[in-house]
């Protein structure tokens, strides 16, 4: 009988030890009440409100000068006055209250970032207008997640909440008490990190996903700086495109009451980019070689979406997917347009990127979209124009499909029909021209290429598209590009454009040629690219101009005058109709992308090109 009881007892001690290592049921909206002390000190009403003009110190406190302060009994909270410019550079005279959440004595130094909460009244009217709260998680005194959270009239609207996945310790960076800073490169766009928003459903006392959630970054390669980002746009599946193209990122509605078709959110709008030649580093952080733009309308349901912080101030759980599986969601995504974005050089036109990498134009978005030619909805800015290829396709997908092309020896997007490149306007140089990209017979490949630069219209209609569909694996891809593709690419240039200038001597621009023999990598070989099209149009504008002279120029019975030798080796009809038929048989292996037999060609046709010193006085030159 003893040992029964023993047993049980043992049994009842285990089961109540289990419940007490249980997390808490999660608090909604208006249960502050019910956490510990400091949660209760900033308890939300049930529509979310919170004043300042309540509090017991709220006389003394607007007594305060600027730059004063006092810490209350108990010296786990402190009252200052200051002022500071917001986001948008607007000057704020605030009462800030400041609540030491772990008791660690940080109020001596004016607060900490790892379990202190900070309310901010803009104005000193008794509302309360922000709230940044540190949270450590594993109480190790660094912060591990951090809200921005963001009051109207006193109640609350929405939330910036950022998770620090690589423990260095930086989140948001801050004007005042809001998201600020020059912009988000102060913030955390290197290494692993999430940053999301949330909007308060005052129906539900939950938050709702919104606008970015999340922006997403990876570090793959472990060294500190990221090498994929992922941005989602979520938004009322039932919202309207032609009056809301930009719902994402319009902070109206955001800071607007909840209403009723916010209760159905999805994803409409998903930005996807990557490092593929590996440039991302401590020198050049935010490096991104392309990016998907996809366009779409999945429900906003995912497993483990919901993330609950029992030292979250309510409501404790918050809606983001998953930083681990965001990736695969991003892979299977069910798009109904699909844009790539393809980042060949920089622009000179603008400067985009951040501090001494300004104009490299490097976003922490990645490369994305633009509203120019074909618009896509939410994809935001800002953008890039000039030397970004486009390729657009409104051809259902879910899943994300290249292939690889040998005419122009790069990767595609798959079911594009159409797509654009604007070229110039980098190492200090003008506009260039422009090559376009077309589907013509709807197989899903790039067949029909135009190039236009200056006086020059070249059109390539390919006789084989020559497109190797490419497994959706991004280190396979990154791994062929730069051990294969790349290296291919400019060896093949460079022997075509050697053996263009053995046979005609080629002047380029200095700033172009410059670029075109710089460090090794995907903004080399654009810019050899574009050199050997110049080079090219050269060589076939004058050789072409000698073949027609003497063939203008030459009776019409002159051949039978000649003997055997002389007709194939003097100026005559025959050696210019031999150079005219070469040309176009260099022409068509170049258009198809033959570039080593169109070189082989030139290299072994030297007698052919021997024409124009027996006519050189009367050749057209380009």
Not at 346 to 357: E, R, V
Not at 501 to 522: I, M, Q
Request: hydrophobic letters at 35%; proline letters at 5%.
């Amino acid at each position: 009988m003893m040992r029964t009881l023993i047993i049980v007892m043992l049994m009842m001690a285990l089961l109540m030890a289990a419940l007490d290592a249980e997390e808490p049921a999660p608090l909604r909206l208006g249960q502050d009440a019910q956490g510990p002390w400091w949660m209760q000190e900033t308890a939300l009403t049930p529509t979310g409100g919170l004043r300042l003009d309540t509090k017991p110190w709220w006389n003394k406190a607007t007594a305060l000068s600027v730059g004063e302060s006092f810490i209350l009994e108990g010296d786990r909270e402190l009252v200052r006055r200051e002022t500071f410019k917001d986001r948008g550079g607007r000057a704020q005279d605030a009462i800030v209250w400041v609540i030491d959440d772990d008791e660690d004595g940080s109020l001596a130094t004016g607060g900490d970032k790892d379990s202190d909460c900070y309310v901010a009244d803009y104005g000193r009217d008794g509302t309360v207008d922000r709230m940044v709260d540190y949270i450590d998680d594993d109480s190790d005194n660094d912060p591990d997640e951090m809200d921005i959270r963001y009051f109207v009239d006193g109640e609350l609207r929405y939330c910036w909440s950022g998770m620090d996945l690589d423990d260095d310790n930086i989140m948001w960076s801050l004007a005042g008490y809001e998201y600020g800073g020059p912009s988000f490169f102060e913030s955390d766009p290197y290494g692993d990190a999430m940053v999301y928003m949330n909007k308060l459903d005052t129906d539900s006392g939950g938050w709702s996903p919104i606008s970015e959630c999340p922006f997403a970054f990876y570090d793959t390669d472990a060294d500190g700086y990221s090498e994929t980002v992922v941005r989602c746009s979520a938004v009322p599946l039932s919202y309207d495109p032609n009056k809301d193209p930009d719902y994402a990122n319009d902070y109206g509605h955001f800071a607007a009451p909840w209403k009723p078709i916010l209760a159905r959110m999805g994803i409409v709008n998903i930005r996807y980019s990557f490092d593929i030649d590996g440039g991302s580093s401590k020198t050049t952080p935010l490096h991104y070689d392309f990016g998907f733009n996809l366009v779409g309308s999945a429900p906003y349901q995912y497993p483990g979406m919901e993330h609950f912080n029992r030292k979250r101030r309510p409501p404790q759980v918050t809606i983001v997917t998953p930083w681990k599986d965001l990736r695969a969601i991003c892979d299977a995504y069910p798009a109904r347009e699909s844009g790539l974005s393809w980042h060949e050089q920089t622009d000179d036109t603008i400067a985009i990127g951040y501090a001494d990498l300004a104009n490299d134009d490097a976003r922490w978005e990645g490369v994305f979209w633009t509203w120019e030619r074909r618009f896509m909805e939410n994809t935001g800015g800002p953008n890039q124009k000039w030397n970004v290829r486009r390729e657009y396709s409104t051809v259902p997908a879910g899943k994300r499909d290249l292939y690889y092309s040998g005419i122009d020896r790069r990767f595609h997007l798959k079911h594009a029909k159409e797509g654009w490149l604007q070229a110039g306007h980098f190492a200090g140089l003008g506009t260039l021209g422009e090559i376009r990209m077309f589907d013509m017979n709807g197989n899903g490949y790039f067949d029909r290429w135009e190039y236009d630069f200056g006086d020059s219209h070249r059109i390539v209609n390919a006789t084989d598209e020559r497109a190797e569909d490419i497994p959706w694996d991004v280190e396979a891809l990154s791994k062929r590009y730069m051990e294969k593709i790349l290296p291919e690419a400019n060896a093949a240039n460079r022997r075509f454009m050697a053996a263009m200038t053995a046979r005609r001597p080629f002047e380029p621009d200095s700033k172009l040629a410059s670029a075109a023999n710089g460090d090794p990598g995907n903004f080399q070989r654009y810019a050899q690219d574009l050199l050997r099209e110049m080079q090219y149009v050269d060589f076939q504008t004058y050789w072409t101009g000698v073949a027609e002279c003497i063939l203008a120029s030459k009776p019409m019975d002159e051949l039978r005058k000649l003997n055997t030798e002389a007709r194939a080796t003097q100026c005559t009809s025959q050696t210019a109709w031999d150079l005219r038929c070469l040309l176009s048989r260099i022409d068509f292996l170049h258009g198809q992308g033959e570039l080593e037999e169109a070189a082989r060609l030139i290299e072994s046709s030297e007698q052919t090109f021997r024409i124009p010193e027996a006519g050189s006085a009367k050749q057209k030159t380009p």
